[in-house]
């Protein structure tokens, strides 16, 4: 009988995509199990990759979308995905609204905004979608969201009555939010948001104090930010009824954890989880018999919600062989044995410098994967 194997491996950062990764390991098995039933099943955990392994194992589409970057004056091409034969859209907020879209000089998280991330939400209604993902890392915003929700209609409004500018640094003006032109339309929708951040909004561990100097805030921008989103908290609280202060994950990209949970009904999930309930991974691991995930880097923090530790739960539930591959091991990965994983592999064959080591990686997954394969044979005969 022939085998079948899934192969559920997360993105090897700046090297390959979860689905190359899936492709990679695919070609070293074939060459051991010819006539292997193999499924890919590209993951992702919330983060930078989601869209690609949403749209991959479901056959989706990309829907592109010219909307304003994190600062006022600019504009960026972004895009969302849509799942196969479904209304589900997944967003990456880092494609309308990320850090990596400024350059350094311009990192001020006073007047960044999450504007754009709004606009592709409003894009992904005006598509038909009755559910969207939105993956929240990668953020050049500590605007509470507040950015996202004008776009969808919300005014924020000062003692005068008029609109405050946009951007965290401008939230201690704010005396009134105005949510009478909101788009409705997000009562019918259900949003997920797919982040691992526990970070309330506001305090030392907040979303200013732990995430504003990564964006370009000085210490000083730190203690007016943190000030202002709690004032922003209080106001949410009075107009609106949501006490969303203190909640977990609220802090997370810059606080706009907290304006999807104050302006939206959205759920806060483990990104891992999202895309994993998405693609039926559980479905495809209880019929398989062997299961093949990775990395680029694991070690002990792995299992933190990341992509390799919620495939081998998922494995171990249903008593499957899990292997892993990685571009790196670091230190006590033995956890991850406790957790389901059956073996780590590290795929460098020989020492290479970093450029070297990500030029080869697809080289090194295929015969790593290879010789999983090799070894597994053996209970073959």
């Known amino acids: 009988m022939n085998k079948k194997f899934v192969l559920a491996p997360d993105s090897f950062k700046e090297s390959l995509s979860a689905k190359e990764v899936c492709q990679a390991m695919e070609r070293g098995i074939k060459k051991v199990f010819p006539e292997a039933e193999i499924i890919l099943a590209p993951m992702a955990d919330g983060g930078e990759g989601t869209i690609e392994a949403l749209i991959d194992a479901t056959e989706g589409r990309r829907v592109f979308k010219n909307v304003r970057g994190p600062l006022e004056n600019s504009e960026v091409e972004a895009y969302f995905g849509i799942l196969g034969n479904s209304d589900t859209a997944v967003i990456e907020m880092a494609k309308a609204s990320g850090l990596e879209l400024l350059a350094l000089k311009d990192r001020n998280p006073l007047i960044t905004s999450t504007y754009g991330t709004g606009q592709l939400i409003k894009a992904a209604i005006d598509e038909g979608m009755h559910k969207i993902i939105i993956g929240i890392g990668g953020s050049a915003t500590n605007d509470g969201g507040s950015g996202m929700a004008r776009a969808l209609g919300a005014k924020f409004l000062d003692e ?222």
């Open 160 to 381: 005068k009555g008029e609109e405050i500018p946009s951007g965290g640094g401008f939230l201690k003006k704010l005396n009134q939010i105005d949510m009478s032109n909101f788009d409705k339309r997000l009562q019918e929708v259900e949003i997920f948001i797919a982040s691992d951040v526990t970070n309330p909004l506001v305090g030392k561990n907040g979303a200013s104090y732990v995430f504003g100097p990564q964006k370009g805030a000085s210490a000083k921008m730190v203690e007016e930010l943190d000030e202002n989103m709690n004032h922003y908290a209080n106001i949410i609280y009075r107009d609106l009824g949501k006490d969303i202060k203190n909640k977990a994950g609220a802090g997370a990209a810059g606080g706009l954890g907290a304006g999807l949970l104050a302006f939206t009904d959205a759920e806060m999930k483990l990104g891992i989880e999202l895309v994993a309930n998405n693609i039926h991974l559980e479905d495809k691991i209880k019929e398989a018999d062997y299961i093949f995930t990775g990395e680029g880097g694991m070690d002990y923090q792995t299992k933190f919600g990341k992509a390799p530790f919620g495939v081998s739960k998922l494995a171990k539930k249903y008593k499957k062989p899990c292997f892993a591959l990685a571009g790196h091991i670091g230190e006590e990965i033995e956890v991850l044995y406790e957790e389901g994983m059956t073996a780590i592999f590290g795929i460098q064959g020989t020492a290479q410098t970093l450029p070297e080591a990500l030029k080869s990686g697809t080289k090194n997954i295929e015969r790593t994967s290879e010789n999983i394969a090799r070894i597994l044979s053996i209970t073959e005969y």
